[in-house]
């Protein structure tokens, strides 16, 4: 698939000359544009055989356009910060702002491709990761970000010339190091995996762009012409108010009128003697369990969701008295601000991610995607469709980097909650707890039901399961909780 710029593209200094003012005065005017309009992200991936020229290249962008508004990134070994969480955390965290470029050196394809050259990882394996990171771009592309993958190309022999041609200088003999001339020794196997992974991960919706580094002229007005190229089509589509065209299936109705939360039996018993008495056995054994030696090497994400009024706040105390307040975190999420609507959804969860040996409480979560903004319109029906997967995804990766993940929905009755409202518009210390969106979300009732159930279907997983909770008695709910989050750490720890 290199075979195009295989064959020596060159531009002549008079044409380069001759088209260098124009390009660069039509670059600022589209960057200037992307600020002022702000309806998108530009993410541009920098990859490719070593001294095709990709430093060179992103210095000359900088040059050429405002460089206040290009985040370069350039990413090494992780660090330890970076280690104890699952693998896409250091990128996600980089993503830029709308309005802004962000350029990534030694992105999500760069371990990948490596480990399978040097042979430390298997075919399936580097399919199994290929195949998350379509999934991941994909999901950035229809979150609105500008995605731009360019592969820097040189043939073997031209990429000894260059090494060698850098190396003799002494003004940029420090740029070459044993690690290119190891990479170099490997260039056959490196092209192939490199050919394996751009067909599998050239798509439609973020298709590969290869460059021909061998002429810096050339490789310098492709690279402008593209970005160029990309941006105005994507700001002219902005100013037509066009949208990606995304239709989504209707889900099923339900026949019968029977669903996962009607027929659950809410009113449990347990009587407020018992419950002191297992209360306390329980914080004990879950105290003993975040202090074992083997959850050093985990972390715990808990997520709670639940009818308003349902006791998630009380629940969560429970949890947390059993904890040292050191290691852990409650994240309360509200309305996003405007950094977090800056940034593709998940974003804001992903940033909070724990360390190993942590913990982190999650008061409502990403579920909002398929609950509250699916109920209120807040986003469109292939939106929340596609945030099934997303969803499964983010905590699959979460899981295979250490983490246990434990999600529990607490559900009453209406007449329950009705009741709980009442005693707390009464109540002068509870007053705050009720709002006026409280109210007409009791008008929606049905519409959030059917999207409970909804997101148990697709996204209660086999590592990841949803645990629903009997909550119009409060003793028995926040003894369910316990119990289930001490028997679901002991059984990842023995694992």
């Not at 390009?23 to 702000?38: G, I, K, P, S, V």
């Not at 399978?116 to 298997?122: F, I, W």
């Not at 260059?162 to 490997?186: F, G, N, Q």
């Not at 593209?226 to 299936?249: G, I, K, M, V």
């Amino acid at each position: 698939m290199f075979e195009s710029v295989e064959i020596g593209h060159q531009t002549p200094k008079e044409e380069f000359e001759k088209l260098e003012p124009q390009l660069r005065a039509d670059l600022l005017d589209a960057q200037f544009d992307l600020r002022e309009q702000a309806p998108f992200s530009v993410v541009i991936l920098i990859n490719g055989v070593d001294g095709a020229g990709k430093g060179e290249t992103v210095n000359l962008l900088n040059e050429w356009m405002d460089p206040r508004h290009i985040e370069t990134q350039a990413f090494d070994s992780p660090t330890s910060e970076e280690a104890e969480r699952p693998y896409m955390w250091r990128f996600w965290r980089a993503l830029p702002p709308k309005g802004k470029i962000g350029v990534m050196f030694g992105n999500w394809y760069t371990d990948p491709i490596q480990e399978r050259v040097e042979k430390l990882t298997k075919k399936a394996e580097l399919d199994q990761h290929l195949d998350d990171i379509v999934r991941f771009e994909s999901m950035l592309v229809r979150e609105g970000v500008l995605l731009l993958k360019l592969w820097f190309h040189l043939p073997k022999a031209g990429q000894k010339t260059r090494l060698e041609a850098l190396e003799k200088d002494p003004r940029t003999r420090w740029r070459v190091t044993e690690l290119d001339w190891h990479y170099y020794k490997l260039y056959d196997r490196f092209r192939e995996v490199a050919e394996h992974v751009l067909r599998r991960t050239s798509t439609g919706e973020a298709p590969w762009q290869l460059v021909d580094g061998s002429d810096p002229r050339y490789r310098a007005l492709f690279v402008a012409r593209a970005l160029l190229d990309a941006l105005r089509r994507r700001l002219d589509a902005a100013s037509h108010h066009w949208e990606p065209r995304q239709t989504a299936p209707a889900l099923p109705p339900v026949l019968d009128g029977q669903n996962l939360l009607n027929t659950l039996v809410l009113d449990q018993p347990l009587s407020k003697k018992d419950y002191n008495i297992q209360l306390e056995e329980l914080q004990g054994r879950l105290a003993m369990l975040v202090r074992d030696k083997a959850f050093a090497a985990r972390s715990l994400v808990l997520v709670f969701e639940g009818h308003d009024a349902a006791g998630k706040g009380g629940a969560i105390r429970r949890v947390t008295a059993a904890l040292d307040a050191r290691r852990y975190r409650i994240v309360p999420i509200a309305a996003p601000t405007d950094e977090e609507l800056a940034k593709p959804y998940l974003w804001r969860f992903w940033r909070q991610l724990p360390r190993r040996g942590r913990v982190l409480i999650f008061d409502r979560s990403w579920y909002g995607r398929v609950l509250v903004e699916r109920v209120e319109g807040y986003c469109s029906p292939a939106d929340w469709m596609r945030a099934y997967a997303e969803i499964n995804d983010f905590e699959d990766e979460i899981i295979a980097a250490g983490g246990i993940v434990v999600k529990f929905w607490l559900a009453i009755s209406a007449d329950i909650q009705l009741e709980r409202f009442k005693e707390r518009e009464a109540e002068p210390h509870k007053r705050f707890k009720i709002t006026e969106e409280d109210w007409r979300n009791r008008d929606k009732w049905g519409e959030y039901e059917r999207a409970v159930c909804d997101m148990i279907d697709r996204t209660s997983t086999e590592n990841a399961a949803w645990t629903l909770v009997e909550a119009n008695n409060k003793y028995y709910a926040r003894i369910k909780v316990l119990q289930t989050l001490c028997d679901r750490i002991e059984a990842a720890l023995k694992k």
